[in-house]
Every structure is written in structure tokens, then in C-alpha cells.
């Protein structure tokens, strides 16, 4: 088993709901995957002998940023149709270029998103798309931890060989990496996935003993074609098909009664807000801070990156704070911590992996980074808190471990072949653009 030390730090821990002052020249012990211990080096136990230390002096330590809702692969389709309403892109630009992926192309697609993960500081993401396998190995060959699913629509032709994929996937996926891999089950949306269907999908939850992962409650579009359909909301609809009765993480949740936020909050719904992706497709604004004071657990997520355009989670939790602000014109919604707290602890316990990571505490798993500060926008050194909230980047991520395993260190990616990554996402983007122009 390997020990790393990391010493001098100062740790962020997210232990608490509510700030707490950093921990100074701290002492972080990894055994294993596991973390040992985690507080001043004053404390760190006499007997704990490490393989390596690492000098994190002049560092933050803080708990490894969760991406709550993302689809992986759609790096592939980065920049390639922007500033367009939703039906069109969709219709238009996203599907037809969708029909001609192939597996390997989730595989590279998925690697560059995990790359570009690690380097602004993601440890964990939670991702819905197809070719689950490959997603799931690109995942563990770049040392991530994932919670996986196959997107499901109920309204297409394979609509019932996407169940049995679903049931495969968990029995062959689940657990696999040492625990990195999660897999639940992921209809796509009300609008694609009928109540019946739905219910098949419930049963096949409890069945398997795992979580869903779906789009709910997103555009106005979708209110009101649920409305028109079936007389009441998403979230109403999906309390009665039976959706709550398994732990279920909720993308978006941007259009909310106060019935819809009661039933969130009771059934323990996880949450993964997307500010960045409701921006750019003119969704509209979650009521996050609404939710948050009601008790709901929320995360945040950056959407696929056809719709972002790029998967950096400091830019999202700015988005997020900034966004509950100036739409709530209160200048203390959603404050530096609680965004910070959404992104690592809250997005945790979106997926189901509290007492897992989310926090820097004895008996978690080992998923941290190491910020350096000594960099012009992080000084002085005020308050941590906003510093990583509303001045801090992805390229100040210096180190990266996962599951105990340093996977980027002085910003080298030890387990990914840049180089190689982006030649193959190249040519396989060309390819599939040529396709579907044809
Ligand atoms: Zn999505």
C-alpha cells in the first residue's frame, strides 16, 4: 500500500455546512486510496511513514471539484454549432453528427474530457451518453472516478435494447475501478421517456438496487408540453410514475412550483445545477438559492461541451454565485462558500457518494488538488473562500489525486498521452463533420 505525505498546505476541508477557518501549514496522509489523516502537521500521527512527500508549501488543499451532470463524448462536438435555438441545433447540427459516433470515438472523446477535467481540477463526474463501456474505460484508464449511464429515450426503436444495455451495464460496470465506476440507470428526459416507460425503468432501479440520472424540468418548452400532456409538472409526474422512490440525481431543475421544490427537498432528489449550459441555450435560471435554503441537495455540473463550451468547474461555480445575485437582486445569494460547498461535499451527495469523497476527512476516499497561490490574482490572501470562488482558475490546479493516486502533478497529467488525445479527437471530429455533410 502507498503513503503519500502532504505537508505545508493550507486545507480547505468542506467538513462543515457553514465557513470555518482554513487549516495552516497542514498535513494531509493518504494510505492508499484512503485518507489518513487530514489537519495541522502538528497533529499528524508520529508513526505514519510515508513512501513520498510532497511539499504543497505555498498550496490550497481542498477536496477534488465534482462534476454533477455532463455528457463526456460531447467534447467532440466543442464549438461545433453555437449561438442557435435549441430545436434547430439539436435537429439540425447535434443528431446527424450523433448517428455517425462510434464507439471508439466515445472512448477519445470521453479521454479529452477527462483530461480536461483532471487539468481544472475535477475528480469525479457524473455522465449520461451512449457507449457506456467505453466511457467507463476511458474513466478508468485516465484514473477518474465516474458515475455512468446510458442515455435512454423511450420514444425510440431501441428503446427496450437500451434496458437491457442499462442492466448489462450495471452488472458487468458496477463498482469496477476499486469503486470509481458507478452506474445507475438514464432516461433522458419526461418529454423522451413516457410514464410507461418510465415505470420500466423505475422497476429495473429497484431491481438492480441503483440510482437514475435524468433531465428534469430544463426549458418552458418542456413544462408545457408535460402540462398539456399530462396536467401536471415534471417533478409532479415523476413523483407519480414512482422516479423519487430510488435515489435520483435531477440535471437542470431550472422551472420549479413551490410544490415541485417541496417534493425535491423531500424525496432527497440530487440536484445538478448547469448555469452555464442554461445561459447559453436561453433556458433560464435554477432558483438555486431558493433550493438551498429549503434544504434540497444541490450540485453543480457543467453539461456537455456542446453546450458549454468547455467542462471547468471554477468558471461554473462563479457562474452559479454571480447568476443568484443578479437574478434574485440580492448581493448575498449564494455566497462564496455555498458555491464552493456545491461543487465538492453538496455535488458528492448529489451522486450518492457522501461518505466517500466531497470532503477532506480520515476514512474518505483519497480525491483531492493542490491550487498553487502564488500567482497574482490569488493575493492577497483574504479569504480563500472567494479567492476560489470568484478569483481562482482551472490553470492554478497544480496536483491532482484520485482514489489515492496522484494522476497530474506540476500540471502533467501522469496517466494521459496528450499529445495522443488530441490527434485522435482531431481526425475523429473531421471525420464525423464529413459524414454529416453528406
Ligand atoms: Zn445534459
Avoid at 25 to 52: K, M, R, V
Avoid at 85 to 100: G, Q, T
Avoid at 261 to 267: G, K, T
Avoid at 333 to 344: D, E, G, R
Wanted: aromatic share 6%; hydrophobic share 45%.
Amino acid at each position: 500500500m502507498s503513503r503519500i505525505l502532504i505537508r505545508g498546505a493550507t486545507i480547505i476541508t468542506m467538513e462543515s455546512t457553514s465557513p470555518v477557518p482554513p487549516i495552516e501549514n497542514g498535513a494531509i496522509a493518504i494510505e492508499g486510496n484512503t485518507l489518513a489523516y487530514a489537519g495541522p502537521l502538528s497533529g499528524l500521527p508520529a508513526d505514519f511513514q510515508p513512501d513520498q512527500t510532497i511539499d504543497a508549501t505555498g498550496m490550497l488543499a481542498l477536496p477534488g471539484l465534482v462534476n454533477c451532470h455532463t455528457h463526456a463524448a460531447m467534447t467532440l462536438l466543442r464549438s461545433y454549432a453555437d449561438d442557435m435555438p435549441l430545436m434547430s441545433w439539436l435537429n439540425d447540427k447535434i443528431w446527424p453528427l450523433e448517428a455517425n459516433l462510434e464507439r471508439d470515438d466515445i472512448y477519445w472523446g470521453t479521454m479529452l474530457a477527462c483530461l480536461e477535467m483532471i487539468k481544472s481540477g475535477t475528480t469525479c463526474f457524473a455522465d449520461m451518453y451512449f457507449h457506456m463501456r467505453r466511457a467507463g474505460q476511458a474513466a478508468l484508464d485516465a484514473g477518474m472516478r465516474a458515475s455512468i449511464a446510458r442515455g435512454m429515450i423511450g420514444t425510440a426503436p431501441n428503446s427496450e435494447e437500451a434496458l437491457a444495455y442499462s442492466r448489462e451495464l450495471v452488472q458487468s460496470w458496477q463498482g469496477q475501478g476499486d469503486g470509481r465506476i458507478t452506474v445507475t440507470l438514464g432516461p433522458h428526459a419526461p418529454y423522451t421517456c413516457p410514464p410507461a416507460y418510465l415505470e420500466k425503468v423505475v422497476r429495473l432501479a429497484h431491481d438492480l438496487n441503483v440510482g437514475i440520472h435524468i433531465h428534469l424540468a430544463e426549458t418552458r418548452d418542456e413544462i408545457n408540453m408535460i402540462n398539456q400532456q399530462y396536467g401536471q409538472t415534471p417533478i409532479a409526474l415523476m413523483e407519480q410514475v414512482g422516479l423519487f422512490e430510488r435515489p435520483v440525481l435531477a440535471a437542470h431543475c431550472v422551472h420549479l412550483t413551490e410544490a415541485d421544490i417541496e417534493i425535491l427537498v423531500r424525496r432527497r432528489v440530487g440536484i445538478a445545477h448547469n448555469p452555464q449550459s442554461n445561459m447559453k441555450l436561453a433556458s433560464g435560471i435554477a432558483p438555486v438559492e431558493k433550493l438551498r435554503r429549503a434544504g434540497a441537495i444541490v450540485g453543480i455540473g457543467t453539461d456537455g461541451a456542446a453546450s458549454n463550451n468547455n467542462l471547468d468547474m471554477f468558471e461554473e461555480m462563479r457562474t452559479a454565485a454571480l447568476l443568484q445575485k443578479v437574478s434574485t437582486g440580492d448581493p448575498t445569494a449564494l455566497p462564496a462558500y455555498a458555491a464552493l460547498y456545491m461543487a465538492t461535499a453538496g455535488g458528492a451527495a448529489a451522486l450518492g457518494l457522501e461518505g466517500q469523497v466531497g470532503r477532506l476527512q480520515a476514512g474518505l476516499r483519497a480525491d483531492l488538488i493542490l491550487l498553487n497561490t502564488r500567482v497574482p490574482h490569488l493575493c492577497p490572501p483574504h479569504d480563500w473562500y472567494a479567492h476560489l470562488v470568484y478569483a481562482a482558475g482551472a490553470a492554478d490546479v497544480d496536483t491532482v489525486i484520485i482514489d489515492g493516486r496522484l494522476v497530474m502533478q506540476n500540471r502533467q497529467v501522469l496517466t494521459v498521452e496528450e499529445e495522443k488525445v488530441y490527434a485522435e479527437v482531431t481526425q475523429r471530429a473531421n471525420r464525423l463533420v464529413a459524414a454529416a455533410q453528406k
